[in-house]
């Protein structure tokens, strides 16, 4: 796992994987407490599993208390599992941002899963988690062929906002919100523009 503190660069042919985490519960690959620019490579089959809220299985930016950005100009985060062996949550199977900043001017963040145990019930964002008071910035790039057991196949917001100008959210899967999920009582906000794309998402229940 890299634990980011400054300004992380991450290039082509760079591959960040095969990372297991337990102990923390956060940033299967990366825990982004600074700056972190993506501009190719991978981060790619990772998972954090713990007993208790485990959560952003590829990047977690974040804590609360820290300035965090994330960009995202190129590569992938794909194939990263958050999951917990208990009654609680596991959110954010590709990346979780507790009051940070995402920009995504491309790449892709396709194929993460959030889950619970056994019955994949209860995980939020397969493919982000954002929360109190984070905010995503969408410009191109895509989030694809995530699954989330609870909310937010592509994205869940939680008190957050994700503001969408371009790009495409499409082919997720959630019990609600399949592409773009807003937990129940939280004060967020989505903003779609012209050339945004929300595409063949799925929900069990809506």
Aim: glycine fraction near 20%; charge should be neutral; include cysteine.
């Amino acid at each position: 796992m890299i634990q980011n503190n400054g300004t992380l660069n991450v290039y082509d042919g760079v591959k960040i994987g095969n990372a297991y985490v337990t102990s923390s519960g956060a940033g299967g690959a990366v825990y982004n407490s600074g700056t972190f620019y993506m501009h190719g490579g991978e981060v790619s089959w990772n998972a954090v599993a713990r007993s208790n809220d485990g959560t952003g299985a590829g990047i977690y930016c974040g804590p609360e208390s820290k300035t965090t950005v994330f960009y995202l100009n190129g590569g992938k985060v794909s194939n990263n599992t958050a999951v917990d062996y208990s009654t609680k949550s596991a959110d954010g199977g590709g990346i979780a941002v507790d009051k940070g900043t995402i920009y995504i001017n491309g790449g892709t963040i396709c194929n993460n899963r959030a889950a619970t145990g056994g019955s994949d019930a209860a995980a939020d964002g397969g493919g982000i988690i954002a929360r109190v008071g984070a905010k995503i910035y969408m410009n191109a790039g895509s989030i694809e062929k995530n699954f989330a057991g609870g909310f937010g196949g592509g994205v869940l917001l939680w008190n957050s906002t994700l503001d969408m100008r371009g790009g495409t959210i499409a082919n997720n899967f959630a019990r609600n919100g399949g592409g773009v999920g807003m937990s129940t009582n939280s004060k967020s906000t989505f903003h779609m523009f012209n050339d945004a794309t929300v595409t063949n998402n799925y929900a069990e229940y809506g």
